[in-house]
């Protein structure tokens, strides 16, 4: 989950103290100056200075946001919407890591050898020895199979 954070500097033609107020939502939830559980706002600061707005943690999703400033006596400005109205404006994607085992096996009609030179990596896996499986994919070839995915994934956990 990620948590941005957006900085703008804030001005008040009559030199009163303002913030910086973003609106956050969900793309496809409709903006809405009623319901303020998607507000977040910076602190007062001086007119023209840099002011920042962190806003929580969001899910995995494809969001919009608007901003305006407010200043301390209430006196808003109108919303300005970032980018193109009614587009994605960002979008969260967690990059998470997957384990995958990937078993070699050989054509059916093929007897298995593990001790091949030319591929050594044909041994079902290291806890293994070298072995033939004259009987093509038996039940213990497959036994074996298992157990090398059991191997990586004790590894790999």
């Not at 033939?132 to 059991?150: A, L, R, T």
């Amino acid at each position: 989950m990620q948590a941005p954070s957006y900085k703008a500097t804030v001005t008040s033609s009559l030199g009163n103290q303002v913030k910086l107020q973003v609106e956050l939502r969900p793309y496809g939830s409709p903006f809405n100056d009623a319901e303020t559980a998607y507000l977040h706002e910076s602190a007062l600061v001086a007119s023209g200075t840099l002011s920042t707005v962190q806003s929580p943690t969001l899910a995995d999703d494809q969001y919009h946001w608007r901003a305006r400033v407010v200043d301390d006596r209430g006196n808003a400005s109108v919303w300005q919407e970032y980018g193109t109205t009614g587009n994605v404006d960002f979008a969260v994607s967690v990059v998470r890591t997957i384990r995958v085992a990937v078993i070699l096996s050989d054509l059916a009609d093929i007897v298995h050898n593990s001790s091949n030179v030319a591929f050594p990596s044909l041994a079902p896996c290291k806890l293994k020895p070298t072995e033939i499986y004259p009987d093509h994919f038996s039940k213990k070839y497959y036994e074996d199979i298992g157990s090398c995915v059991q191997d990586y994934y004790d590894e790999n956990s």
